[in-house]
Nanobody
Framework: QVQLVESGGGLVQAGGSLRLSCAAS????????MGWFRQAPGKEREFIAA????????YYADSVKGRFTISRDNAKNTVYLQMNSLKPEDTAVYYC?????????????????????WGQGTQVTVSS
């Protein structure tokens, strides 16, 4: 079973940037579609971005499109989330997740129940 460990969270001022990393424990990482979600206090878990196992396709939530970029390095078993122009409303715990499914569409990858494996999360706090 793949284990996922997020890192890179922290406190940043509005307008700043952070890059989150998610390291996977297995060499089969390159066969997983990967996603990033976030959850703010009192709110449901929210889809942020997804990337196909090949790296050739990505999807983003409208709330982060143009500001966040998902990427992956299969040689390093790592997926990244570059976050620019951060806003206070981006404050949340950010989770990466892995999916072994074949289907890769915006509708399917935005559902948290599509993913079989989850990291423990990393806190991102954006101050105004």
């Amino acid at each position: 079973q793949v284990q996922l460990v997020e890192s890179g969270g922290g406190l940043v001022q509005a307008g700043g940037s952070l890059r989150l990393s998610c390291a996977a424990s297995e060499r089969t990482f390159s066969t997983y579609n990967m996603g990033w979600f976030r959850q703010a206090p009192g709110k449901e878990r929210e889809f942020i971005a997804a990337i196909k196992w090949t790296g050739a396709m990505t999807y983003y939530a409208d709330s982060v499109k143009g500001r966040f970029t998902i990427s992956r390095d299969n040689a390093k078993n790592t997926v990244y989330l570059q976050m620019n122009s951060l806003k206070p409303e981006d404050t949340a715990v950010y989770y990466c997740a892995a999916d072994q499914g074949i289907l890769f569409t915006a509708a399917t990858m935005s559902r948290s129940n599509k993913y079989e494996h989850w990291g423990q999360g990393t806190q991102v706090t954006v101050s105004s």
